[in-house]
């Protein structure tokens, strides 16, 4: 029967395993690698949510699995303790992360086109990171401007900008006779992106932490009851002492003495076997 516990322990960590390496490689291709985030207000890598999603995909990257399948091969009660702990912390605090994002979220796409406008008016043509991501945005979707081409009309005068040490140029988005908005399609790729992260962050990987937790509980908990009967099992029998310390014994010498033990822990052996 430890066979088929220590099998589901297995079974949970691998299939867990797999969906957070998928978790992980989804979003660094459509998030973490894409230029557009740089676009966005509120998606810096190093805001706390985000710190706490590195430490969560690291630990069940191989250390939650770590401790389960120990605790599972060695039949050792605390790591299976602090294996279904770790499944229920982070379960607690996938929970409380989506919570805040489901605010956050409103917040960052309510104010992107303000702060879209006000980046185009002071940055396009003065950060070059700022100039060369906007452009390859109004490349790529075939846009202009936040709200269309008349973003850039707006004080054409003060939006003259030097490009090199001998012209000026107004900033004129390309292909600005028939576009789309760009805040539009900005907004639709966060939106996008969005959805298959909590598809995946918590239609799947939440989802299963969720199915384990039940699973393991009664897996973990069966695997402690048979670790304590074979710890039973394994410590010496204490009715030969107390037989002879609380009754009373004929035994006076350590040959009848041998004589009446040989039966008993001849008896211990073969249960044991």
Same mark, same amino acid.
């Given at each position: 029967?430890?066979?088929?516990?220590?099998?589901?322990?297995?079974?949970?960590?691998?299939?867990?395993?797999?969906?957070?390496?998928?978790?992980?490689?989804?979003?660094?291709?459509?998030?973490?690698?894409?230029?557009?985030?740089?676009?966005?207000?509120?998606?810096?890598?190093?805001?706390?949510?985000?710190?706490?999603?590195?430490?969560?995909?690291?630990?069940?990257?191989?250390?939650?699995?770590?401790?389960?399948?120990?605790?599972?091969?060695?039949?050792?009660?605390?790591?299976?303790?602090?294996?279904?702990?770790?499944?229920?912390?982070?379960?607690?605090?996938?929970?409380?992360? $989506?919570?805040?994002?489901? +605010?956050?979220?409103?917040?960052?796409?309510?104010?992107?086109?303000?702060?879209?406008?006000?980046?185009?008016?002071?940055?396009? !043509?003065?950060?070059?990171? +700022?100039?060369?991501?906007?452009?390859?945005?109004?490349?790529?979707?075939? @846009?202009? !401007?936040?709200?269309?081409?008349?973003?850039?009309?707006?004080?054409?005068?003060?939006?003259?900008?030097?490009?090199?040490?001998?012209?000026?140029?107004?900033?004129?988005?390309?292909?600005?006779?028939? @576009?789309?908005?760009?805040? $539009?399609?900005?907004?639709?790729?966060?939106?996008?992106?969005?959805?298959?992260?909590?598809?995946?962050?918590?239609?799947?990987?939440? +989802?299963?932490?969720?199915?384990?937790?039940?699973?393991?509980?009664?897996?973990?908990?069966?695997?402690?009851?048979?670790?304590?009967?074979?710890? !039973?099992?394994?410590?010496?029998?204490?009715?030969?002492?107390?037989?002879?310390?609380?009754?009373?014994?004929?035994?006076?010498?350590?040959?009848?003495?041998?004589?009446?033990?040989?039966?008993?822990?001849?008896?211990?052996?073969?249960?044991?076997?």
């Amino acid at each position: 029967l430890c066979v088929i516990n220590r099998l589901w322990i297995y079974t949970c960590n691998a299939v867990l395993l797999v969906s957070v390496l998928g978790f992980a490689v989804v979003a660094g291709r459509i998030v973490v690698a894409d230029s557009r985030r740089y676009l966005v207000p509120g998606l810096s890598l190093y805001q706390p949510s985000f710190l706490y999603a590195y430490l969560a995909l690291a630990t069940q990257s191989g250390l939650l699995q770590l401790v389960g399948c120990l605790g599972a091969l060695r039949l050792n009660e605390r790591l299976l303790n602090v294996y279904w702990l770790l499944l229920l912390v982070l379960l607690f605090g996938d929970a409380i992360v $989506g919570i805040v994002w489901v +605010f956050r979220f409103d917040k960052i796409c309510a104010d992107l086109r303000p702060t879209l406008k006000q980046r185009l008016a002071a940055e396009y !043509g003065v950060d070059t990171d +700022f100039t060369t991501l906007w452009n390859a945005l109004q490349r790529d979707y075939k @846009c202009c !401007g936040v709200e269309g081409v008349q973003d850039f009309d707006e004080e054409a005068d003060t939006n003259r900008v030097p490009t090199d040490t001998t012209t000026t140029t107004h900033r004129l988005p390309p292909s600005s006779d028939t @576009c789309a908005v760009c805040e $539009g399609r900005l907004l639709f790729w966060l939106r996008q992106s969005a959805d298959v992260l909590f598809v995946l962050g918590y239609c799947v990987i939440a +989802f299963l932490k969720l199915c384990f937790l039940g699973i393991l509980r009664y897996e973990i908990r069966e695997m402690i009851q048979k670790i304590k009967v074979l710890q !039973g099992e394994m410590r010496p029998p204490q009715l030969l002492l107390t037989d002879f310390e609380t009754g009373a014994s004929p035994i006076t010498s350590p040959a009848t003495t041998t004589q009446h033990l040989e039966p008993l822990l001849l008896n211990h052996h073969e249960n044991n076997n």
